[in-house]
């Protein structure tokens, strides 16, 4: 089946302009995650979605940052002004409930670029 | 709070060799561990997990783990290196007694393996 698909997978912006990065997991998993990963590092938690509602949004950097997820299905990732330290990897993953010993499945990942 | 260590950010083995990449946890609790691995372009996919029961977790591709509380790792083996297994390796960690039940993963900083003919 497929697989949690992110687009773009590229995206290149100057500073200062908005974007929006968008998240399609597999179909029927409930629990929604966001990473970012930036160079040389791993990922880092940013937000997690079960269902409809954003249940942890702790790891968001600055008011900057916001995702929704409205029918619960896919999720937008919105950054408003964007600052070159925001140029990483934007990594999404779904799982099937939100349970700690659920595999998380992870997208490919948008390369968010801000010059 | 919980933190991942991953001692060389890179490894470098001859086909056919042991690989060894190392994991090393901080967490106030027992916590779940997992490892990843990061194909070029490719997404994240998991190798294996520890939960609960047995420490010696067995993954795909070959791949084992260890669970040592005593030393707080979780090193990744694999008795015999192929070409295909060069890519990146990430170890996390989730403790749901602090992650409200669900599964906000922490990762290391990744290791980047090279197998070479």
């Known amino acids: 089946g497929a697989g949690v698909s992110q687009t773009p997978s590229n995206k290149v912006t100057e500073k200062g302009k908005y974007v929006e990065l968008r998240c399609d997991p597999i179909?029927?998993?409930?629990?929604l995650y966001w990473y970012r990963q930036s160079l040389g590092q791993g990922p880092e938690f940013l937000i997690y979605?079960?269902?409809?509602?954003?249940?942890?949004d702790s790891g968001l950097p600055n008011d900057r940052f916001f995702a929704v997820r409205p029918e619960g299905s896919v999720s937008t990732l919105k950054i408003q002004r964007t600052e070159r330290g925001d140029s990483a990897v934007y990594l999404c993953?779904?799982?099937?409930?939100?349970?700690?010993?659920?595999?998380?499945?992870f997208g490919p990942g948008t390369r968010l670029t801000v010059l | 709070a919980q933190s991942v260590t991953q001692l060389g950010s890179h490894v470098s083995v001859s086909e056919g060799a042991l690989v060894l990449l190392r994991c090393n946890y901080s967490s106030s609790v027992p916590p779940y561990l997992f490892w990843y691995v990061q194909y070029p372009n490719q997404g994240l996919q998991l190798l294996l997990k520890y939960t609960t029961g047995a420490t010696l977790v067995k993954g795909i591709n070959g791949f084992e783990a260890e669970f040592k509380k005593s030393e707080t790792s979780f090193h990744l083996t694999k008795p015999s290196a192929h070409m295909s297994d060069a890519a990146e390796y990430f170890c996390a960690v989730s403790d749901p007694l602090i992650s409200g039940g669900y599964n906000k993963l922490i990762f290391g900083a990744g290791t980047r393996l090279a197998v070479h003919p």
């Open positions: 179909s029927g998993h409930t629990a």
């Open positions: 979605f079960q269902g409809t509602g954003a249940a942890d």
């Open positions: 993953a779904s799982s099937p409930r939100g349970l700690a010993v659920n595999e998380q499945f």
